[in-house]
């Protein structure tokens, strides 16, 4: 069931065809990256930069805030890690943002979470518009830096992790469909 669930989490959900997804693994300049302190069941400090990191990003599944997930290997496996904010929409910036972290280890198939945003915070975040041709519909680039107080749990109840500190730059895509709200940048 887990290592069934981490296969699902695991692949990058962009709701187009793989044909019309473009080569851009994170940020068309490349630049994209991802500092982390993990310590508890994972102790490691994670410098993932392109193009070794993959990144997506896009509005969470029940249209309140966004998600970004950032992946890459780790152990002979991929550990992924995916931050959901349902307070902050795509294209806007913000300080003190709260935020969900998600930690999946697929390497020891095993999947942390926070279970709720208020055990880590974005302290900044701020979104750009993508000029770039290359990015997937009308794309973002994200960065934040942030923290969290309590560790993320396993699921299966056994062990825990602590992301103490965290540093990123990738890339959210917003849904063009008339269903979507648009994005208004907040100064």
Not at 59 to 77: C, M, N, Q, T
């Amino acid at each position: 069931m887990i290592a069934a669930l981490l296969l699902l989490l695991l692949t990058p959900q962009t709701g187009a065809p793989a044909a019309a997804v473009p080569a851009v693994r994170c940020l068309p300049e490349n630049d994209g990256f991802i500092t982390m302190r993990l310590r508890g069941n994972i102790e490691r400090e994670v410098r993932w930069t392109e193009p070794a990191l993959e990144c997506t990003g896009m509005s969470r599944p029940d249209g309140k805030g966004l998600r970004v997930r950032f992946a890459g290997a780790f152990d002979g496996g991929e550990l992924a890690i995916v931050f959901a904010a349902p307070e902050l929409g795509i294209g806007r910036s913000a300080r003190s943002v709260p935020v969900n972290v998600t930690l999946l280890d697929g390497a020891g198939e095993r999947i942390y979470g926070t279970q709720g945003d208020s055990r880590c915070e974005f302290d900044a975040v701020e979104q750009r518009l993508i000029e770039d041709g290359a990015a997937p519909g009308r794309s973002y680039r994200i960065s934040a830096r942030g923290f969290c107080v309590a560790p993320a749990r396993a699921l299966d109840g056994e062990g825990s992790v602590l992301l103490t500190r965290f540093d990123f730059a990738g890339r959210v895509t917003a849904d063009d469909s008339p269903a979507a709200p648009p994005a208004a940048a907040i100064p």
